[in-house]
């Protein structure tokens, strides 16, 4: 963004606005802490847009500390602020979701158009980041001479925005057709309650279906270049709430990821030990499930209710 004009605003700019786009997160800190107040605290007020004139107040006083040179308060702030406001945008993108509305409003708003890495937005960066390097060398070696400054850099830099710009309205329009795919369908004879396409990693025109009915989930394959089959489904039934499954959601791992949790899949297995116990798991279904992990809280259930232990991960082993 610098590259692409934002550094006519201030010979900062570029140092200002790359550390811009990274301030909201600061709230990595929390990790320090444990998973479970990281999950809490990340992606949580510094990722509102109330609080991102302030965030963008962070980068200005950073640069100004350690690099001197003439330019407006005013027009720095306003740099940083495009800066934050870029980083928001491109978390709102993803499935992990912000608090874009604090703090008049607690919920998770999210898009669910990229996956929370997306190789195809990293390769377009590096390609931009690469190119005044490439211009330099390719430059220095025909010999070639410029007059006045040379803005190496500008012409990858606003390709890459408008790469990224029309992959992402491709993705919204991929969405859209996946969501009426899944909405189009019965499911063991049923209308779906709910639908939600969940971007793959690689291939964006591939995503991983997933049906909400009162009493299960459905998990489905989408893939728009083939045709869609509903009897591909895999269906987890959504068990009850049981005794153990209370007293698992009252610790303080469970308290953090059922303020997060989209698509909540409980599991009750026995405990190897002690005798009677129980071990209690709670998984996002936007994140992985039983036989493929990802966010995960697990809690192991004495037979008299009390909770003997209890951690949040953001991934565990998957079964053989």
Known sequence: MARAGLNRLSPRATWIVVLAANAPDVDVVSALASAHTYLRWHRDFTHSLLMSPVIALLPVFAVRAFKRGAGLWRAEWIAAWV????HVLLDYLNI??????????RNWYRLDLVPVIDPWFWAALALALAAPALSRLVGSEIGEQRRGKTRYGFGAAVAALVFLTVYTGARAVWHARAIAELNSRTYEGAAPRQVAALPNVFWPLS??????QPDEYGLVPVDLLQEFNPLATDYLQRNPPTPATEAASRSAPFQGFLQFVQYPYWTETPAPEPEGAAVVKLYDLRFGNPRAPGFVATAVVGPGGDVLSSRFTFGEARPR
């Open 83 to 86: 800066g934050v406001l870029s």
């Open 96 to 105: 992990y979701g912000i608090r874009i509305l604090w703090p008049f409003s």
């Open 207 to 212: 995503w991983r279906g997933l049906i909400v």
